[in-house]
């Protein structure tokens, strides 16, 4: 058994950014899963959480992060805490992340996990990311980690000019396209929408 997900794993795959690489390195998956799937922590796979849901492959994890190209400086928006591991990686990167999970189970886990590894820079909120966090925008970045079948107009107002979204959008047929949405300074609330890769999450409820 690896305790740390290989960087070579996610090099290969096209993640060059050494400090996301060694922001995952540093995170113990293995606490984010349940205890009969320790075995197979490390490796590239997204994996069953409770509540039906699911912890995202690493690779994604790796790959969403490095699009959205984040500063010390920035506070962060996401969508889905889950089991909260894309969570840290982000509390590694930047100054504060504000993270919303819809199930009190899962939001409650991951904050007692979080807390216990040491982040001080998490914010929690159980409810609905539709509605995102009004009091705290505008971010930088914001992360949805469940697929969606439009932008939620709602957190594209919390968004800053200039800032950066990256979702899962349902297309069709249940096929789901990662989007990188940016926020153009010129124009007003001007986007640029870049379709990414096809990739496969549970739904936004
Ligand atoms: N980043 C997480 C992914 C969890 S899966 C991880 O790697 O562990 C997506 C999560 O989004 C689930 O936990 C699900 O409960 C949550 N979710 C779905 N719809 C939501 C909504 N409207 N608001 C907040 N969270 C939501």
């Known amino acids: 058994m ?3 997900i290989s960087p070579i794993q996610l090099e290969s795959r096209g993640i060059k950014d050494q400090k996301v690489l060694q922001a995952i390195r ?49 506070k962060v928006l996401e969508i889905g805490t889950g089991s909260g591991f894309q969570t840290a990686v982000l509390a590694q990167l930047v100054k504060e992340v ?13 904050q007692k ?16 990311g539709n509605l995102g966090w009004p009091e705290k ?3 930088e970045a914001i992360i949805l980690t469940a697929a969606s079948k439009q932008i939620p107009k709602t957190l594209l107002e919390q968004l800053k000019t200039t800032g950066k979204m990256i979702l899962p959008l349902e297309i069709n047929s249940g096929e789901q396209i990662l989007y990188l949405i940016k926020k153009l300074p010129q124009g007003k609330g001007k986007l640029q929408s870049t379709p990414l890769l096809p990739v496969r999450f549970v739904p936004l409820l």
């Open 98 to 110: 504000y993270t919303i999970e819809i199930y009190s189970e899962l939001s409650q886990k991951a």
């Open 26 to 74: 540093q995170i113990p998956r293995e606490l984010f899963v349940p205890k009969n799937y320790r075995e197979v922590a490390y490796t590239d796979r997204a994996l069953p959480i409770d509540c039906g849901q699911t912890i995202s492959q690493p690779f994604i994890v790796a790959y969403m992060t490095e699009k959205l190209q984040l500063k010390p400086s920035d």
């Open 2 to 4: 690896k305790f740390t």
């Open 113 to 128: 996990l979080l807390t216990q590894l040491g982040y001080q820079n998490i914010f929690y909120y159980q409810g609905d």
């Open 137 to 139: 925008k505008e971010f």
